[in-house]
């Protein structure tokens, strides 16, 4: 086994988020969560507009979620990019399956 008591230790160039700051996104996404919720008993949206605001307050939740608790704000681009790869395809079937199963008709 190796000694690793004299090992140089690795300076990070950013601040990783405080506890303070972690409650303060799940308030954020609790917020957004419960707008969702409000905007599914209002009658007088559309079901395309009703769609469209769900399918974007989805995305900016998915955005802070991996931005944040999955730490990739702080990691490599390579793998912000991979993320916004994956959003980006699985919005396409969303949208490919809704219209071909008619759900936005």
């Known amino acids: 086994m190796q000694n690793n008591e004299n090992a140089p230790v690795e300076q990070h160039d950013s601040d990783h988020p405080t506890p303070a700051k972690y409650i303060q996104i799940a308030v954020i996404l609790t917020l957004i969560t419960a707008f969702e919720v409000a905007i599914y008993y209002v009658d007088a949206i559309s079901k395309e507009a009703f769609i469209a605001i769900f399918i974007g307050m989805s995305v900016v939740k998915f955005i802070i979620v991996a931005m944040f608790y999955m730490h990739l704000k702080f990691d490599s681009r390579l793998f912000t990019y991979l993320f916004i790869a994956g959003l980006i395809l699985a919005t396409g079937i969303l ?10 008709t």
Not at 99 to 104: V, W
């Open 95 to 104: 949208l490919v399956l809704g219209t071909l199963f008619r759900i936005f």
